[in-house]
């Protein structure tokens, strides 16, 4: 598997966009539009900002990138396995106005711990730039079902969230087996 | 009054920054790596030089095991550990400073007439018998060689060339057809033991005949320990039933690292692929150890959480394996990613080493001065190959450090 695809793999089982399509709460079609670009926007900063920062963060915090790994990989699997059982991300309902933009679109549903840890991990590993590329498609992907919504497609996107999951479980194993046969 | 997105967004805020402080204390806790300065690296390894040298008997043994608490000699002595003792002083003779050469060779001469008043000879070899229970094994034997060959290129002296071949040819009886080698050498039946390997032999083994190569190229010490080379990277450890592959063997770094010096490196590589993985497999396992080892603090919590801190034979080992390979990715371009990582590793590792040895300003504090000096304790108590390994580690970083491969320096 190449490095792009294990990159986009890894954020796209991250963000779970069909998850998000159905933990996304109700909101009218107008304020919807505006809270979903917002959260767009709030996120990306979040996710630059970390991918940029990831190296010195790290080493403000002593740690090295392979152990760090490790510690992605623990933040992960709860995500994955949470998206199994429920099909769902952790996520509460939203007043009727833009701030839902913020909460809980922006947080928790498009950054997530899961998604922050692999941002961090994957930009101090394989560079900002990297992490960005491989991260742009599932991110705008899960704004645009975020906006959409489930809808009729409620069925598969509950199949496909909960395989994304599972796809999210295993490559944190993946990670913690890299993190541990690395130097 | 606070809006629903506001309580939302500090309890979910709240509960991040709770996860991440239970991650930071259990998972992730900081990495330190003491600063190391070249000197600091070689004031270590002379401290442990000078362990060895105020412990040795006057049959040219060292003081095997010490208990400093209860301030008494642990009884039992080790063979195998004579020899890695004797040829950490050699290696520090050779590689230390000029000044270093004197007092170190007549301190490691002693300890190799220990070993000379141990030899036996048959059949056109000459063999390390352990005088405690004659055993006459292979690990013993090729830690007596890697130490004659130390002493050799400490000081171009060839009066030992004889013993060298004698002692090789008994590890070239005690090699299987496979590479592997057997633990023991049978008087009683006059041939090894055909039941019994030894994982440590394997490696050292390997490194002893790579060194004779370099000291005597022609007279054929490559091909066996080509073989041990193959085997050690492709068989090894599904032969000998390691659990968590590959075994952490710092032996079969220093001998890849000394095949990759080979003199006919010079025309291509001399290490193949598999061996290249090999050492690749045997980085990532050093480098994982020593960054679980610089999570430990000591303290309680810390060894609740992340386990006790290593004895310095273990952690000298780590230093030993990951200076060599660093030697290795300095050499060959199939290991050239993981020079900057194995450097870092090794120094970070060598940092602890030195900053949890008894220095001599320190040895006071102790009951026994002369023990504490310039050793390692683990729960009070410090053996002779805890100095041996640690000083190895040290002595070789040194490389690395005058390379740039520093971290905190």
């Not at chain 2, 060959?149 to 057809?177: F, H, K, N, P």
């Not at chain 2, 041996?388 to 005058?402: C, D, E, K, P």
Request: glycine content about 10%; aromatic content about 8%.
């Amino acid at each position: 598997m190449s490095d792009g695809i294990r990159l986009f793999l890894i954020f796209l089982a991250a963000i779970n966009p069909p998850a998000i399509a159905l933990s996304t709460p109700a909101l009218s079609s107008a304020v919807r539009r505006r809270a979903v670009a917002l959260a767009l926007v709030v996120a990306g900063v979040i996710y630059i900002l970390a991918a940029l920062t990831a190296e010195r963060f790290l080493d403000a915090l002593d740690i090295a990138p392979e152990t760090f790994r490790i510690a992605a990989a623990i933040v992960m699997a709860p995500a994955g396995m949470y998206a199994i059982f429920r099909a769902r991300v952790a996520a509460e309902s939203a007043e009727e106005s833009w701030r839902a933009g913020i909460f809980p679109l922006a947080l928790p549903l498009l950054v997530s711990p899961a998604t922050l840890a692999a941002a961090i991990s994957i930009g101090v590993d394989d560079g900002a730039g990297k992490a960005a590329a491989a991260l742009a498609v599932p991110l705008v992907l899960a704004a645009g079902l975020a906006f959409a919504g489930a809808g009729r497609w409620r069925p598969a996107a509950d199949g496909l969230a909960r395989m994304l999951g599972a796809l999210l479980v295993a490559l944190a194993v993946a990670l913690v087996v890299d993190g541990v046969r690395a130097v | 009054m606070m809006t629903r997105m506001w309580k939302g967004l500090s309890v979910t805020l709240g509960a991040w920054a709770a996860g991440a402080l239970l991650l930071r204390v259990l998972v992730v806790p900081g990495q330190h790596c003491p600063a190391l300065t070249s000197a600091d690296a070689l004031q270590g390894a002379r401290d442990a030089g000078a362990w060895m040298a105020r412990v040795q008997r006057d049959d040219g043994s060292y003081l095997y095991e010490y208990d400093i608490e209860a301030n008494r000699p642990v009884p039992g002595y080790n063979a195998v550990r004579h020899a890695g003792v004797t040829m950490a002083l050699y290696q520090l003779a050779a590689y230390g400073e000029p000044g270093d050469g004197a007092d170190v060779l007549a301190t490691a001469d002693r300890g190799l007439a220990w070993l000379q008043a141990n030899l036996v000879s048959y059949d056109g070899w000459t063999a390390l018998r352990d005088p405690d229970d004659g055993a006459i094994e292979s690990g013993g034997n090729a830690l007596l060689l890697a130490a004659l060959a130390q002493r050799r290129i400490a000081t171009s002296d060839g009066r030992y060339d004889g013993l060298m071949r004698g002692v090789g040819a008994y590890l070239r009886v005690m090699e299987q057809s496979d590479g592997s080698f057997l633990l023991a050498w049978l008087p009683t039946t006059g041939k090894p033991d055909p039941t019994q390997r030894s994982k440590y032999a394997t490696g050292e083994a390997f490194w002893a005949l790579a060194l004779m190569h370099r000291l005597f190229p022609g007279e054929g010490w490559d091909e066996p320990a080509r073989t041990v080379a193959d085997y050690l990277a492709l068989h090894r450890d599904t032969v000998e039933k390691q659990d968590y592959p590959p075994w952490a063997d710092q032996w079969a770094a220093y001998g890849l690292a000394e095949m990759a010096a080979w003199p006919e490196a010079a025309l291509g590589p001399v290490l193949n692929d598999a061996q290249i993985t090999y050492a690749r497999s045997l980085a990532d396992r050093f480098g994982f150890l020593v960054r679980v080892e610089s999570q430990r603090t000591g303290s309680w919590f810390s060894t609740l959480i992340q386990g006790r801190e290593s004895r310095a034979a273990g952690m000298g080992t780590w230093v030993e394996a990951l200076d060599s390979l660093w030697i290795l990715a300095s050499l060959d371009p199939r290991m050239e990613d993981l020079r900057g990582k194995l450097g870092e590793r090794a120094i970070c590792a060598a940092g602890m080493l030195r900053d949890r040895q008894v220095t001599p300003t320190e040895a006071p504090r102790y009951r026994n001065t002369d023990v504490a000096a310039g050793a390692w304790f683990t729960n009070g108590v410090t053996r002779m190959d805890d100095q041996q390994h640690a000083l190895s580690g040290l002595l070789r970083s040194r490389a690395i450090l005058a390379a740039g491969g520093k971290r905190n320096e």
